[in-house]
């Protein structure tokens, strides 16, 4: 089962990691595990950073960002983490807490939910939600947990 954090380090993937073509390029890596890998740890030292983490938080943030990153990334192609990004997004912002929305790619069965649990206003007033997301590939489904809060643009930004 996917932790807090690593359940947000996931949802940074799919929302920072573009998908290239599979040409490793004699470096033995697929250029989508490298850029997962890439993406993920960007995307988990920023939110480590920007939930307030000290050093040691920040490196652990790329660590994990940086694994799940690696091993998603060389699962999920472009139109999964479009597709999966796109319904966090509707979901955060349309569903009622506890209502499930699903995504699915048909070329490769890989698939997911994003499930806002609560809303509320955070400290600075601005609107968040925490939700639950599971992602489906090859038959194994992992669970994240996590909280977005909507900044001054309007757009929902992963907070932990």
């Known amino acids: 089962m996917i932790t807090k954090k690593m359940g947000v380090a996931l949802i940074a993937v799919a929302a920072l990691a573009a998908c290239a073509q599979q040409d490793d390029g004699g470096s033995g890596l697929g250029t989508k595990t490298t850029i997962g890998a890439l993406g993920g740890a960007a995307g988990g ?28 990334g060389s699962y999920l192609d472009s139109q999964d983490k479009k597709t999966a990004n796109e319904t966090a997004n509707k979901a955060l912002e349309t569903s009622p807490t506890g209502q499930t929305s699903t995504w699915k790619n048909p070329d490769n069965g890989n698939s997911g939910t ?26 194994k489904t992992e669970q994240g947990y996590g909280t977005a809060c909507r900044d001054a643009e309007g757009n929902w930004r992963i907070v932990s």
């Open 114 to 139: 994003v499930t806002p649990t609560r809303t509320f206003k955070n400290a600075q007033g601005q609107d968040c939600r925490e939700y639950q997301q599971t992602i489906t590939v090859s038959g």
């Open 45 to 72: 030292g920023l939110i480590a950073a920007a939930a307030g983490g000290g050093g040691a938080a920040i490196a652990g943030g790329v660590i994990v960002g940086g694994l799940l990153g690696g091993a998603m």
